[in-house]
């Protein structure tokens, strides 16, 4: 049984250009969740896809988007970048869509924005 | 808007000793809480979880206590092991919106031998 894998894990870019981050979900998981964690901070939700459709999304702007593909990996994309964007993007695989299950992590990309 | 707080950045308890890891929530709607454990470069793992209508659960040496009037939970390890040691992230769901953990900024444990 596979994990859930991340890539690329470390990446730089430059503000204003666009970032595309890669996830591939646990076997037997339908549910993919992105969290952004900050220097110091937990991680906070973007966005979870549940069957390739976008389940719920936290307080981020339309500039964060996903897509969720059949074999239930997933891409979160984000566009012109900005220096507060520079983060540890964390995406999290599970069996369902609700909070009781428990949520299988990857190691994560870290952005850095210059 | 802190909703989950974590006031303890860190704290360093004996091998053998019993942690107590401490989490205080400000939404009363709130109904089930998780830990989490975080090595250095790698993702969270999966600890334990509560729901609001217990007030401890068990498993193994962790255990979990909700004090909802208080607003807080806590989290115990006993005894400590060296392999402890990572950061402890406490999580809430609300009631309303069933796919959103909201967390809290983390507790450095570190287990000296």
């Known amino acids: 049984e596979t994990g859930v894998t991340q890539s690329p894990t470390h990446l730089i870019k430059t503000r204003g250009q666009q970032v595309t981050l890669r996830c591939s979900s646990q076997s037997g998981h339908n549910t993919v969740s992105w969290y952004q964690q900050a220097l110091g901070q937990g991680p906070q939700f973007i966005f979870q896809y549940y069957r390739e459709e976008e389940n719920g999304r936290g307080n981020f702007p339309p500039r964060f988007s996903g897509l969720q593909f059949p074999n239930y990996s997933s891409e979160l994309n984000v566009n012109a970048l900005e220096l507060d964007d520079s983060a540890l993007y964390l995406c999290?695989?599970?069996?369902?869509?609700?909070?009781?299950?428990?949520?299988?992590f990857g190691s994560g990309t870290q952005l850095s924005v210059l | 808007d802190q909703q989950v707080k974590q006031n303890s950045p860190s704290l360093s308890v004996q091998e053998g000793r019993i942690s107590i890891l401490n989490c205080d929530y400000t939404n009363s709607m709130f109904d089930y809480f998780l830990w989490y454990k975080k090595y250095p470069a790698e993702g969270p793992t999966f600890l334990i979880s509560?729901?609001?209508i217990k007030d401890k659960n068990e498993d193994g040496r962790f255990t979990v206590f909700l004090n909802k009037s208080a607003k807080h939970l806590s989290l115990h390890i006993v005894p400590s092991q060296p392999g402890d040691s990572a950061v402890y992230f406490c999580?809430?769901?609300?009631?309303?919106?069933?796919?959103?953990?909201?967390w809290g900024a983390g507790t450095k444990l570190i287990i000296k031998p």
């Open positions: 999290a695989s599970s069996k369902g869509a609700t909070t009781n299950e428990k949520l299988f």
């Open positions: 999580a809430a769901s609300l009631i309303d919106s069933n796919y959103q953990l909201i």
């Open positions: 509560i729901s609001s």
